[in-house]
C-alpha cells in the first residue's frame, strides 16, 4: 500500500511542487494548507509522514508553528513530522528537533535529498515500538553499534540520538573530555548516515595555522602562490557528498572562524586564486572538549558560529561517571589486543575489576584502553591482578608524564617497559628478562628489533 504523507504549506506552489514529487516516487500526497486542517486532517487520519512548513507567511509565526508541532506530537507521537523551513530560521529548526520532529529541510529543498528523508524517517518509525524495555533489551536493539561498548543509560542515550540524526543532515555537536570517544561517535554517525559510501574527512582544526586555512580547508589553484604547483583541492571539497568532521573546534582561530562560517551558511566557497564558486552538499560534525558556551562568553569563539554547528549537541559523559561501564570497555579491549597481537588469553580477577573501577580515569576510555594493553603485555599468569595495573600504569607515566593516557602503540610500549626493566635492573639483562618475564635470548631479539643498546654490565 502506497504511504500517505500530509503536506502543510500555505503556499500553494509548494504545495503542489512536493506533490507532484511525491506522486512521482510512490507515495499519496494529501495536502492542507492552514494550522486548523493540519489538526482536523491529522485527528481523522492516519498519515506515515507529515511534511511540516514552519514559515506560513500570514497566519502563522515561527512560535505558532512549534505549537503546532506539538499538537502533532500529542496527537501521534509515533508519526515522524519533518520541518520545512528557511534558512534564516534554523534555530526554530533546531527547537523543533528538540520537541520531537524527525528531520528539516531548508528551502528551497533538494529533491533527491528530501526523498531520501522522508524514506529514512518512514522506515526508522515502522521499527519503533512505544513497549518500554530494560536497559539491556534497549543495547539489544542497538546492535548496529557493536563497537561503541557500554551499558549506561547516558551512552544508551546517546546510541539512541546517534540511532535517531544519523540519516538527517543536521549539523552535530560532540563535546566530552579527551578521550571519551567523540570521534568514535562522529564515525558512527557517517556509517549510519546514508553518505557512508561517501568520504568521511576529519580535520584537526587546532592543528591548522591562521595562515594556512583557506588552502587547506578550499584548495587552490595552479599559481595561486609560488608553491602552488598544480590545483589542489581542500577538504571541504574531498568530503562533498560525505561528512566532514571538524576535531577540535573549539581551538580554531577566530579569524579562521569567520572563514568556517559562510561556508557551514551557504556550503560554497572558492579555491585559493580562482574567484569562481564552488558548492558542495557536506554534513558537518564538529567536537570539542572545551566548553564552547564559556567560550562564546570570554569572545573567544564566535556566536553565530556556535549556533551554526551545535543544532544537535552530544555530550559525552566522562568514564567516571558511567562506572558500570568500565569491566565491560576492559574486557573489551583485553579481547581485542588478545586477538590483534595473538597474545594468550587472560582474565581479570574480582579484585582487579574493582581497582580499575576505583580510578579516576583523566584520560577516560584512551587511558583505560591503553592500560589494559600495556597490562597484558606485563602479566604473566593468566589471571590480571591489581598489582599488574599498577605496574602498567607506571610504565605509562615514564611515557605519558600527564596520566592523559595517550602514548603510542603496544610496540612502542613493550620497548618502554624493555627499557624501564633495563633501567631498573641496573643495566643486568639476566635480571632484565626475568621482570619482563621473558628469557633472555627473547629480551635480545626484542632488543634488537627496538635498537634498545645493551647497558655497560651484565
Ligand atoms: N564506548 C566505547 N567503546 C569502545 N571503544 C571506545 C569507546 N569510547 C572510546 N573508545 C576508544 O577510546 C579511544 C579514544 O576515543 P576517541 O578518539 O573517540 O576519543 P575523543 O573523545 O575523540 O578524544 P580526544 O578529545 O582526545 O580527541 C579510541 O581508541 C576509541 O575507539
Ligand atoms: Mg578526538
Redesign the pocket.
Known sequence: MSRRILVCDDDDAVRSSLGFLLDKAGYTPNFASSPEDIIVYITENDFDLVLLDMNFSVSINGEEGIELLKKIKLLNPAMPVILMTAWASVELAVRGIKLGAYDFVTKPWNNIQLLKIIETSITLSGNKSDEKVSVLKKRDKLVEFQ????EDPK?IEILEIIKRVSPTHAPVL?T????????????AIHKYSFRKLKPFVKVNLGGIPASLFESEMFGYRKGAFTDAKSDHPGRFEKANKGTIFL??IGDLNFTSQVKLLRVLQDQTFERLGDPSCITVDVRVLS???HNLYSLVNKGSFREDLLYRINLIQIE?PPLRKRIN?IPL?AA??IGQAIKTYSLPEKSISKDASEWLCQQSWP????E??NIMERTLLLTTGDQIRPEDFILAQKTGQHTDPAG?G?SGTLDAMEKQMIIIAIEESGGNLSRSSEKLGISRATLYRKMEKHGIQAGKNE
Do not use: H
Not at 563497537?147 to 557500554?150: E, H, L, R, T
Not at 566530552?176 to 564515525?187: C, D, R, Y
Open positions: 563497537a561503541i561498548i557500554g551512552l560532540i566530552g573530555e579527551s578521550g571519551t570517544g567523540k570521534e568514535l561517535i562522529a564515525s576535531d577540535e567536537a570539542t572538549n559525552v561501564d570497555l573489551y579491549f584520560g577516560n576510555v584512551r583505560l584502553k592523559s595517550t
